[in-house]
């Protein structure tokens, strides 16, 4: 189960409390580096490092005026450590601290949102295995087609949850960069070793090259990555809307005691949840596009992609983590409505088995388009008169030619479409 204190957790990452917290952290490992390379002496270090702090609220104030949210902190800090911090943010811009924290952020975000996923696979996993033999109609178009089972459908969205852990993790490879390179990325006034120092301490690769800032197709990537897992979810959830149908009603979101479904009706049960994780899915997507606009700047940086950020970054983390817990909550707690599975199987007598009639007269040497022809003019009868399949194939002249009741026998098995289920289980590492 994903904890449900999770949410809480991812919110603290974006609070004005971390990210004053990363971006002193920054400036004091940069003050390090620097001692070390002679420009800072260790006494003003050593007081650099014991009277540091921050005020949130005193930031916010001095923000308000100067309109410059760097500056405001610098100065907040400065009155905690006094003459010595003439040496903080020594050669560095706003961006060398602004975006190797929100790197540090992303990652951290990014990490609960790796575990969640993590709990949703096993969760899709125990539920694939659980119900691995279950034979339901598969749909094609959404009309009958042949059958599969119900642990196929968990395994395949358990095969995307794999694809999508791997994507969340490069994703989260590609964001872990930093960059410490002074107003235009040449290091002009701060030495490389001070950005290496830095960016190994908070666990973070150095950029290969930067202007002011880091580039946002990084950023885009990690956003993109997001909106896939929602859509995946999305996929998922309206899945299960459509199994829910009265009319058809073989899965259903669970509905706890004390649950309402409408101020009207009192009889129903609506897939609630499966329709808000649908509905949320659209505001990732939009975070997505937002992102990949943020990719062409001007120049060597301009600030159109900051505000966007301080939207998209923490609402798309927040909710992701808040759509995983409910969406393994949903699955681990999904009703399967199994004589309703197996009424909706029979439900169009037989007709499921065309494909293998077909086969079965092609193996028998009819030619394929005259098997074709006869097996669709006696299903269209099926279908219009709602007769045995089987009965009448067995009635069909030309089709009693080629078969008998053994090969009856061997077409109107659903164990047949199991064959290979083990197969497809252990190729997708269930």
């Not at 009319?247 to 004390?258: A, D, M, N, R, T």
């Not at 074709?372 to 008169?385: D, R």
Request: with cysteine; hydrophobic share 40%; proline share 2%.
């Amino acid at each position: 189960m994903i904890e449900r204190y999770s949410r809480k957790e991812i919110s603290h990452i974006w609070s004005d409390e971390n990210r004053y917290k990363i971006w002193l952290e920054i400036e004091i490992l940069a003050c390090e580096a620097n001692n070390k390379l002679g420009l800072i002496p260790n006494s003003s270090l050593k007081k650099i490092k014991s009277k540091a702090n921050f005020n949130v609220k005193k930031i916010l104030q001095i923000e308000d005026k100067v309109h410059h949210d760097v500056i405001a902190f610098l100065t907040n800090v400065a009155e905690y450590v006094g003459a010595d911090s003439r040496f903080i943010h020594l050669g560095m811009t706003s961006s060398d601290v602004v975006d190797t924290a929100i790197s540090v952020q992303l990652k951290q975000a990014g990490n609960i949102l790796l575990r969640d996923l993590i709990t949703v696979h096993k969760t899709l996993k125990n539920k694939a295995k659980k119900y691995k033999n279950l034979s339901m109609i598969g749909r094609t178009h959404g009309v009958h087609a042949e059958p599969i089972t119900l642990g196929l459908k968990f395994a395949l969205w358990y095969d995307e949850t794999t694809r999508n852990i791997e994507r969340l993790k490069r994703a989260l490879k590609v964001i872990s960069v930093g960059q410490i390179s002074g107003a235009v990325g040449t290091y002009e006034h701060i030495s490389p070793k001070v950005e290496k120092y830095v960016c190994s301490k908070l666990g973070l690769e150095t950029t290969k090259i930067a202007t002011q800032i880091l580039q946002r197709d990084r950023h885009a990537e990690f956003m993109t990555t997001l909106a896939i897992i929602a859509s995946c979810i999305e996929k998922y959830t309206t899945e299960i809307r459509h199994l829910q149908k009265t009319e058809v009603l073989e899965l259903e979101e669970s509905f706890v005691k004390g649950q309402k479904g409408s101020s009207a009706m009192p009889h129903k049960k609506n897939p609630i949840t499966c329709e808000r994780l649908s509905g949320l899915a659209r505001v990732f997507r939009g975070n997505a596009l937002a992102s990949l606009e943020n990719i062409p700047l001007w120049h060597e940086r301009d600030i159109s992609h900051s505000s966007v950020e301080r939207i998209i970054f923490p609402d798309s983390t927040i909710l992701m983590d808040y759509i995983l817990y409910k969406f393994n909550s949903l699955i681990e707690n999904i009703v399967v409505y199994k004589e309703n599975i197996k009424k909706n199987l029979e439900l169009t007598n037989g007709l499921m088995f065309s494909q293998t009639v077909l086969l079965k007269l092609i193996e028998k040497k009819m030619r394929r388009e005259d098997a074709y022809k006869i097996v669709q003019n006696v299903a269209m009868k099926c279908w219009k008169e709602k007769i045995s399949f089987e009965k009448l194939l067995k009635a069909d002249s030309e089709i009693s030619k080629y078969l008998n009741e053994k090969d009856y026998k061997e077409i109107f098995n659903y164990e047949k479409s199991k064959k290979h289920i083990d197969f497809i289980f252990k190729r997708a590492g269930i």
